[in-house]
């Protein structure tokens, strides 16, 4: 039903600042909640921050709390991730989904993008 490509991702300092981007395509883009999730190696995917979209809501994991925001260009089906004071534990695939809820759970959401990669090392 949509299709979902993240950009952005890069290698960058502890401490540094990433903006990473969601482009969406597809019927009813503008109603679906979209999440950001990462991976890093050997590990499982999970919940990063996530925008409502009739209701322009928005949470986050407390490990980004503060340091993340979650943005919504609704006229051009886009979604953003601003990344502020980025920590090495931050790194990974970064991945941007579409569901139909309010979830936090990586199984909540039916559609995916490819992921890009986001790598904070000195």
């Known amino acids: 039903q949509v299709q979902l490509v993240e950009s952005g991702g890069e290698l960058v300092q502890p401490g540094g600042s990433l903006r990473l981007s969601c482009r969406g395509s597809?019927?009813?883009?503008?109603?679906?909640?979209i999440g950001w999730f990462r991976q890093a190696p050997g590990e499982e995917r999970t919940f990063v921050a996530a925008?409502?979209?009739?209701?322009?809501?928005?949470r986050y994991a407390d490990s980004v709390r503060g340091r993340f925001t979650i943005s919504r260009d609704n006229v051009n089906n886009m979604v953003y991730l601003e990344m502020n004071n980025l920590r090495p534990e931050d790194t990974g695939v970064y991945f941007c989904?579409?569901?139909?809820?309010?979830?936090?759970?990586?199984?909540?959401?039916?559609?995916w993008g490819q992921g890009t990669q986001v790598t904070v090392s000195s």
């Open positions: 989904a579409a569901g139909y809820g309010w979830s936090t759970e990586k199984h909540e959401y039916s559609y």
């Open positions: 597809g019927r009813s883009f503008n109603w679906f909640t």
């Open positions: 925008h409502s979209g009739s209701q322009s809501l928005t």
